[in-house]
């Protein structure tokens, strides 16, 4: 009998693992995991478990390195190990997957810090550029955020495989694709040209249940959904007349579910045959032990009056005003986390 997740993966889903953990990668590749992403709250949480207390003491014992550059550096350690797990994919698809994702540093955009917007533009080219070089099957992850959506064309332009995250909104997507293809456009090759756009699934439905709650309970819970599955359709028309060697592709990411009243595997089996699911560990366990059936639905529209009533009542742009205020939080408090963290491990080395 086939398994969920092979089922999954069999309707045409890449499946990628929201971490870099190398116990999970390792479990997760065996169950047709391809690819993997990394942000501060993973590296964290490796932090924590202990495993990487020598690794710290080695770095750590570095005066010359401050607390930033160990975080850096340890982030490249453990996302490096994740890439040469999915390295045989990127090879076996040249290029078309077998990706591991790394994010480039949140406080860039940090609220409580706030750094000028060329600033912040020319942070994430030099950036994206070191933290790309060298790496076959590294993509840098950039937020749709206004200095992010600047600094792609030319990340682009260098020939950067991009990961454009954060992305709630139409507006934002189009932005992000039309200035990536602008980029790619200035190379001499698209051979290697590769990149993926991250729709963030559940949290517009936490969003439309704390701040729209007139919509009726057919709406109520869909409008994520809805929202993945035309970004989805505009972005395959896009590159159906933008034709490129490599697939450019949307990611369905915060497919974990909020809500205690859904199935772990609602986004999952909602958005399955297509593209990309970054999945939480969590996520594909519930999957896995799910014994559903999954099959294709990425192209199954919802009923048009469940359309017409989401379409009327959410407003989008405040819906991304509210979300990027949010996830740009999001992304900025685990990095000072981090830091603190590794400042008081570093404690027992510089005594």
């Given at each position: 009998m086939t398994s969920p997740l092979a089922a999954l993966i069999h309707s045409g889903t890449k499946l990628w693992l929201d971490s870099v953990d190398p116990d999970l990668v390792q479990a997760n590749r065996a169950l047709g995991a391809t690819g993997a992403t990394s942000n501060p709250i993973i590296i964290s949480g490796l932090i924590k478990s202990g495993r990487y207390d020598d690794v710290l003491a080695d770095l750590g014992s570095q005066a010359e390195l401050s607390d930033n550059d160990l975080a850096w550096q340890l982030t490249d350690q453990v996302v490096a190990a994740a890439q040469e797990e999915f390295l045989p994919v990127w090879q076996a698809t040249n290029g078309d997957d077998g990706y591991v994702s790394f994010e480039v540093d949140p406080l860039l955009e940090d609220p409580d810090n706030p750094l000028p917007h060329d600033k912040r533009v020319a942070q994430y080219i030099e950036l994206g550029t070191k933290w790309s070089e060298g790496h076959q099957n590294r993509m840098i992850k950039?937020?749709?955020t206004p200095a992010g959506l600047e600094a792609i064309e030319e990340l682009a332009a260098r020939g950067v495989p991009l990961n454009v995250t954060l992305?709630?909104?139409?507006?934002?997507?189009?932005?992000a694709r039309d200035a990536v293809w602008r980029g790619a456009q200035r190379r001499t090759s698209l051979a290697t040209f590769k990149s993926v756009y991250s729709i963030f699934v559940s949290r517009v439905d936490v969003y439309t249940e704390q701040h729209v709650?007139?919509?009726s309970p057919a709406?109520?819970?869909m409008v994520g959904i809805l929202n993945a599955k035309l970004l989805w359709q505009d972005n395959q028309s896009f590159w159906a007349e933008h034709p490129t060697p490599l697939q450019q592709e949307i990611i369905f990411a915060s497919t974990g579910t909020k809500s205690a009243d859904d199935p772990p595997w609602k986004y999952v089996a909602?958005?399955?045959g297509s593209d990309i699911q970054t999945n939480p560990p969590a996520t594909n366990e519930a999957v896995e032990n799910s014994g559903q059936t999954?099959?294709?639905?990425i192209d199954q529209m919802l009923p048009a009056e469940v359309c017409e009533e989401i379409t009327a009542r959410v407003d989008m742009q405040?819906?991304?005003d509210t979300l990027m205020a949010e996830g740009i939080k999001k992304f900025a408090d685990p990095q000072k986390a981090l830091l603190a963290l590794i400042a008081e491990k570093r404690v027992p080395a510089k005594t």
């Amino acid at each position: 009998m086939t398994s969920p997740l092979a089922a999954l993966i069999h309707s045409g889903t890449k499946l990628w693992l929201d971490s870099v953990d190398p116990d999970l990668v390792q479990a997760n590749r065996a169950l047709g995991a391809t690819g993997a992403t990394s942000n501060p709250i993973i590296i964290s949480g490796l932090i924590k478990s202990g495993r990487y207390d020598d690794v710290l003491a080695d770095l750590g014992s570095q005066a010359e390195l401050s607390d930033n550059d160990l975080a850096w550096q340890l982030t490249d350690q453990v996302v490096a190990a994740a890439q040469e797990e999915f390295l045989p994919v990127w090879q076996a698809t040249n290029g078309d997957d077998g990706y591991v994702s790394f994010e480039v540093d949140p406080l860039l955009e940090d609220p409580d810090n706030p750094l000028p917007h060329d600033k912040r533009v020319a942070q994430y080219i030099e950036l994206g550029t070191k933290w790309s070089e060298g790496h076959q099957n590294r993509m840098i992850k950039v937020p749709a955020t206004p200095a992010g959506l600047e600094a792609i064309e030319e990340l682009a332009a260098r020939g950067v495989p991009l990961n454009v995250t954060l992305i709630f909104t139409y507006r934002q997507y189009q932005a992000a694709r039309d200035a990536v293809w602008r980029g790619a456009q200035r190379r001499t090759s698209l051979a290697t040209f590769k990149s993926v756009y991250s729709i963030f699934v559940s949290r517009v439905d936490v969003y439309t249940e704390q701040h729209v709650p007139e919509l009726s309970p057919a709406a109520q819970g869909m409008v994520g959904i809805l929202n993945a599955k035309l970004l989805w359709q505009d972005n395959q028309s896009f590159w159906a007349e933008h034709p490129t060697p490599l697939q450019q592709e949307i990611i369905f990411a915060s497919t974990g579910t909020k809500s205690a009243d859904d199935p772990p595997w609602k986004y999952v089996a909602a958005l399955a045959g297509s593209d990309i699911q970054t999945n939480p560990p969590a996520t594909n366990e519930a999957v896995e032990n799910s014994g559903q059936t999954f099959s294709r639905t990425i192209d199954q529209m919802l009923p048009a009056e469940v359309c017409e009533e989401i379409t009327a009542r959410v407003d989008m742009q405040r819906l991304e005003d509210t979300l990027m205020a949010e996830g740009i939080k999001k992304f900025a408090d685990p990095q000072k986390a981090l830091l603190a963290l590794i400042a008081e491990k570093r404690v027992p080395a510089k005594t």
